[in-house]
């Protein structure tokens, strides 16, 4: 079954760096988009960054533009988003995610806070 296991959360200062990755497993990872999703408390689950098959193309939301740089390792089934120039509006839980046959599948999500 598909499996999806984030790592790399914890606490950042303003201005400061995380690196989150995802190991995937279950399913052939180097046929499918990986994509990194947030949900702050309170608000709803948004896209962060995707990357398709080969690496060759990426996509950020606005908000975190020229900040987060999403990469993948069709090797090693991982998927990372580099994070830098954090603020507080980064703090949330954010989750690896596949599309599927139709279907989302979710890692089980790692918080990621930024604060003084």
């Known amino acids: 079954q598909v499996q999806l296991v984030e790592s790399g959360g914890g606490l950042a200062q303003p201005g400061g760096s995380l690196r989150l990755s995802c190991a995937a497993s279950g399913f052939t990872f180097s046929l499918y988009t990986m994509n990194w999703y947030r949900q702050a408390p309170g608000k709803e689950r948004e896209l962060v960054a995707g990357?398709?098959?080969?690496?060759?193309?990426?996509n950020y939301a606005d908000s975190v533009k020229g900040r987060f740089t999403i990469s993948r390792d069709n090797a090693k089934r991982t998927v990372d988003l580099q994070m830098n120039s954090l603020n507080p509006e980064d703090t949330a839980v954010y989750y690896c995610n596949v599309r599927r046959d139709y279907n989302d599948y979710w890692g089980q999500g790692t918080q990621v806070t930024v604060s003084s």
């Open positions: 990357i398709t098959r080969t690496g060759r193309t990426t």
